[in-house]
């Protein structure tokens, strides 16, 4: 079964503006990691943001802020005022306990697409 | 401070040809992975090693061996390369095997399998 969705295939934004890149989620463990990370055009993955399970507020850095709705089991990433630095491929992913059928392996989604326009 | 470094960056292989993928992180992690990312599938476990002497299968193990050589290297072996196998491979460590700690990412290498 799917453990991370990832609805939206691709997405343009113009500088300067946010945008909200969506990521569901599936799990039955109470303990668990999202993170996000980007992928540009150079092809390595890059570390964004993480969010524990547990977490009673939401995570930012910088730019970044991930829309935590537990009880939805959505992630979803905002990215603040973009930069055209911003256009990449953008993944969810989720970490189970090692203790789980996963065996705490990092899942991904499928992935968005970013093209930030000037 | 490299990271995680990968070699090589790219390769051609012949169906039936045998290649060793190499991977090493200087951050004193734990565990380590070897992930294929396919276009429109996101990044797809192969193989795990949660700590220096083990390994574990991942979500698409078949076709590939992996040696957790110590504790900063770990290397992805394809005995006889298929078609099925191109790919890019990406490496990662991170500091345990928990879901609260993030993995870094090696560049990748682009494989292709003729």
């Known amino acids: 079964a799917q453990k991370i969705t990832q609805t939206q295939p691709g997405m343009f934004v113009q500088e300067k503006e946010a945008v909200t890149l969506d990521c569901t989620y599936d799990t039955s463990d109470p303990s668990y990691g999202l993170f996000w990370y980007k992928q540009p055009s150079s092809g390595e993955m890059i570390f964004l943001i993480y969010?524990?399970?547990?977490?009673?507020q939401n995570a930012t850095e910088g730019r970044y802020s991930l829309n935590f709705q537990k009880a939805r089991k959505s992630a979803n990433l905002v990215i603040s005022a973009s930069q055209l630095g911003d256009s990449a491929m953008y993944f969810c992913a989720m970490r189970e306990p090692i203790f789980t059928d996963s065996w705490g392996k990092l899942q991904f989604g499928a992935g968005t697409q970013v093209v930030v326009t000037p | 401070n490299a990271g995680v470094t990968q070699t090589p960056k790219f390769q051609v292989l012949k169906t039936g040809q045998s290649m060793t993928l190499q991977c090493a992180q200087d951050m004193n992690h734990n565990s380590m992975y070897w992930y294929r990312q396919d276009p429109g599938m996101g990044l797809r476990l192969i193989y795990y090693s949660a700590s220096e002497g083990t390994t574990d299968k991942g979500e698409v193990p078949n076709g590939y061996n992996v040696s957790r050589l110590n504790k900063r290297e770990f290397s992805l072996r394809l005995e006889s390369a298929a078609p099925s196998q191109t790919s890019v491979y990406f490496c990662?460590?991170?500091?345990?095997?928990?879901?609260?700690?993030?993995?870094?990412f090696g560049p990748g290498t682009r494989l292709t399998v003729l």
């Open positions: 969010q524990g399970s547990y977490d009673q």
């Open positions: 990662a460590s991170s500091r345990q095997a928990d879901s609260y700690n993030e993995q870094f």
